[in-house]
């Protein structure tokens, strides 16, 4: 029994640090731009605006397929791309992003 409290507590920090990430992750889209800003002491945002973006891709693998979830991705003209990892229903953003594409 004393050996297993160190089991525990090694799974629940290993399990704090490969979910943290996924907490502290904000994507937006609105009228003119898209934004993926993460982190929580060091914070990193990448940004697009509508105009610049050329394609709306998606790469959702088969694990991705069953478990609802995926990579949306956005390049753009002359600017890095933007991608929105490991995003709930990604058929659905990529749509949203298509149609905010549609309206400029």
Same mark, same amino acid.
């Given at each position: 029994m004393v050996y297993l409290i160190p089991i525990i507590l090694c799974f629940v920090v290993v399990?704090?640090?490969?979910?943290?990430?996924l907490?502290?992750?904000?994507?937006?889209?609105?009228?003119?731009r898209v934004?993926?800003? /993460?982190?929580?002491?060091?914070?990193r945002t990448d940004q697009?605006?509508?105009d610049r973006v /050329?394609?709306?891709?998606? /790469?959702?693998p088969i694990l991705d397929r069953i478990l609802g979830y995926g990579d949306v991705k956005i390049a753009g003209m002359g600017v890095s791309d933007v991608i929105f990892?490991?995003?709930?229903?990604?058929? /659905?953003?990529k749509k949203a992003?298509?149609?905010a594409l549609n309206k400029i």
């Open positions: 399990g704090f640090f490969m979910l943290a990430p907490w502290f992750v904000e994507y937006c889209l609105t009228n003119k934004v993926h800003k /993460e982190g929580f002491i060091t914070t697009m605006k509508l /050329e394609t709306v891709g998606l /790469e959702q990892r490991k995003v709930a229903k990604p058929f /659905e953003v992003i298509d149609s």
